[in-house]
């Protein structure tokens, strides 16, 4: 079937910055990469000069740096610290207040967050799971949150397809990238050569169709669609990380009493850096915090950790008390048990909890540890030993 030019064509620079305006002129919050603090951050866009042209990254485990790029693209770096589940499961959120009333009663009040319709623009195609794997927890099971959806299906999503994956980086390993999979409204690839700088977009629904229609635009011509297609097959082959090609979920439940969970467990602060940055992570938890006076209530949710030792706290105390049995917790949940509950990995290959660990413990590197002691000879009995 022939593709309109309202489904696939070549958008300039012009055409990012009138897509932004387009969308914030049509009452969307437009959120994006920025470069601030010495980092790519996810915050509101007012036009195309806010993107970071001309910014790069450089990550390793533990390590991450701005760089500036000769080229000056806009999209050229991997998953920064934030995900775009700050803005669609919020880190904290009021749920109710309560205030005691004149005649000694007690009168609650739900909060209603103002509706809000964002536009997310450069969504990685990580991502872009990620995000469809917090829809199969937060707004389609047992669990679903009201507010998460709410926000969820007012959202307008733009991809950007990956052609520099960081050091980090292994979607190829989670079928999850460098191209964008299905859930978008609009997907980018940015294309700079002696030909320009230039993104070749195609729609992936009929909102991101009309939204096409409307910008600048020109026809997609042959070297700029197979230029898009080189770059995100360089870097699927550019992945700076794999985790190894096995059954995951097999690894990790058959690896449960392996020593390398002690060996980590020695490196890990049990800090919860990796579950505040993963994009996929989801737990909350509930607190109520009461004024000096004791006539006015709130109830918060706000994002919890595994990795805290209240996390799993009984009646008898926490079941998960060691260093240990927390970290393998969320590997073997990331990696296998969320196949079991959600038909899904809880982990898309961004590489965050890896960059953003503070002494730079590698999911990936665990899981390699993993198969090589799943498979290592038993050691050989000493001439003490008894059989
Ligand atoms: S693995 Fe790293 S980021 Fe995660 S809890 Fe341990 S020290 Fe913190
Ligand atoms: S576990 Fe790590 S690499 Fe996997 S999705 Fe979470 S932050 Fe990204």
Redesign the pocket.
């Known amino acids: 079937m022939t593709q309109t030019s309202s489904q696939v064509c070549v958008l300039g620079t012009d055409g990012v910055d009138r897509l932004i305006r387009l969308l914030a002129d049509g009452g969307r919050t437009v959120i994006g990469p920025t470069a601030r603090d010495g980092a790519i951050v996810l915050a509101p866009l007012s036009g195309g000069a806010d993107l970071p042209y001309g910014w790069g990254v450089e990550l390793e485990a533990g390590h991450y740096r701005l760089r500036r790029r000769e080229d000056g693209a806009a999209f050229a770096h991997s998953a920064g610290p934030q995900s775009w589940k700050a803005f669609l499961h919020p880190q904290r959120e009021r749920e109710w207040s309560a205030d005691r009333t004149a005649d000694g009663g007690i009168v609650v009040v739900p909060d209603e967050p103002p509706p809000v319709a964002y536009a997310f623009l450069g969504v990685r195609p990580c991502d872009l799971r990620a995000i469809a794997v917090q829809d199969r927890v937060l707004d389609g099971g047992r669990f679903a949150d009201s507010r998460y959806a709410r926000r969820r299906r007012a959202a307008f999503l733009v991809a950007v397809e990956c052609t520099e994956p960081g050091a980090t980086c292994f979607c190829v390993s989670m079928d999850a990238g460098p191209a964008a999979g299905p859930g978008y409204d609009l997907a980018l690839t940015e294309v700079v050569d002696a030909h320009g700088h230039r993104f070749l977009a195609r729609a992936g629904s009929l909102e991101g169709e009309s939204v096409l229609a409307r910008l600048p635009r020109r026809e997609a011509d042959v070297s700029t669609q197979q230029a898009a297609q080189r770059a995100v097959e360089a870097a699927a082959d550019r992945m700076g990380r794999t985790m190894p090609a096995v059954d995951l979920r097999d690894l990790m439940a058959e690896t449960l009493e392996a020593d390398r969970w002690n060996d980590?467990a020695g490196?890990?602060?049990?800090?919860?850096?990796?579950?505040m940055v993963c994009p996929t992570c989801f737990c909350t938890s509930a607190e109520e915090v009461t004024d000096l006076t004791g006539e006015h209530t709130e109830r918060w949710r706000r994002w919890e950790?595994c990795?805290d030792l209240e996390f799993s706290h009984l009646s008898a105390g926490p079941v998960r008390s060691s260093?240990l049995s927390?970290?393998r917790q969320?590997a073997t949940h990331k990696l296998g048990t969320w196949h079991d509950q959600f038909d899904t990995s809880g982990c898309v290959g961004c590489g965050r909890?890896i960059v953003?660990?503070?002494?730079?413990?590698d999911i990936t590197e665990e899981a390699h540890a993993l198969e090589r002691e799943r498979h290592a000879p038993p050691a050989p009995h000493s001439l003490g030993d008894h059989p």
């Not at 490196?267 to 579950?275: D, K, S, V």
């Not at 953003?356 to 413990?361: E, L, M, N």
């Open positions: 980590v490196r890990c602060l049990t800090c919860g850096n990796c579950t950790s990795f260093g927390r970290y969320w909890c953003w660990c503070p002494v730079g413990i």
